[in-house]
């Protein structure tokens, strides 16, 4: 069945320093490539999100990459700041069929 | 706007009781609503997919009988925990998302805990 791979799992950076995060997604008809901050007992919020037709996309400190080729796309976080940590997931959804399915998460540590 | 509302934030039952947690649009029609479920430190598991007046899909391993979905409107799908057992004990998110659009927009969860 569809998959989505995270990597890692767990990422400790300094604070100002660049976090990358990287998922690989198994289903070639997923068109649509949310990114979630989500925060300990929290909803999840969508953060930034790229579409199919779209290679890079960036808001301020984040953008994220899209290979459609590779089925590879990426988080980018620069200059990160202590209110950064928590945790991410990213997700792949084929709009056709509406289905997201998530990676396993990536837990973020911004240290003083 | 797009604000996602879940009710109860937390709920304490008994074994063998059900649960009923209700998710609202507040501000929107949303076509689609989405159940998850998220164990302490994991990711979000898609239960269910629910359009409004049609009966919901279930993922694989998912109990239709045991996990209840209506979705009677454009803005309210609930989700019923039938007999629930101490193993149901999770977090549980709704999220909703409008026609023809790709973002979905989370409730803050309810935590059920079974005794």
């Known amino acids: 069945g569809e998959n989505v791979e995270q990597h890692p799992s767990t990422l400790s950076v300094q604070e100002g320093d660049s976090a990358v995060i990287k998922c690989t997604y198994s289903?070639?008809?997923?068109?649509?490539f949310p990114w979630y901050k989500q925060e300990l007992g929290k909803r999840p919020q969508l953060i930034i999100d790229?579409?199919?037709?779209?290679g890079e996309k960036k808001d301020q400190r984040i953008a994220v990459t899209l290979n459609k080729t590779a089925k590879h796309f990426s988080l980018h976080i620069t200059e990160t700041q202590p209110e950064d940590s928590a945790v991410y997931f990213c997700?792949?959804?084929?709009?056709?069929?509406?289905?997201?399915?998530f990676g396993a998460g990536t837990r973020l540590f911004v240290k003083a | 706007g797009a604000v996602v509302s879940q009710h109860p934030s937390w709920v304490i039952c008994k074994s063998g009781t059900s649960v009923k947690i209700e998710c609202r649009s507040l501000?929107?029609?949303?076509?689609?609503m989405f159940w998850y479920r998220q164990f302490p430190k994991q990711s979000l598991m898609l239960m269910a997919t629910?359009?409004?007046?049609?009966?919901?899909?279930?993922e694989q391993g998912v109990e239709k009988d045991k996990f209840l979905i209506n979705h009677a409107s454009l803005t309210l799908s609930t989700l019923t925990v039938t007999s629930a057992h101490p193993e149901d004990s999770s977090f549980y998110i709704c999220?909703?998302?409008?026609?023809?659009?790709?973002?979905?927009?989370f409730g803050p969860g309810t935590r059920l805990t079974v005794t």
């Open positions: 629910s359009n409004e007046g049609s009966k919901a899909t279930y």
């Open positions: 790229i579409r199919s037709n779209v």
């Open positions: 999220s909703a998302a409008r026609d023809r659009v790709y973002e979905q927009y």
């Open positions: 997700a792949a959804s084929n709009t056709g069929g509406f289905k997201t399915i």
């Open positions: 289903d070639s008809a997923s068109n649509y």
């Open positions: 501000d929107f029609q949303a076509t689609t």
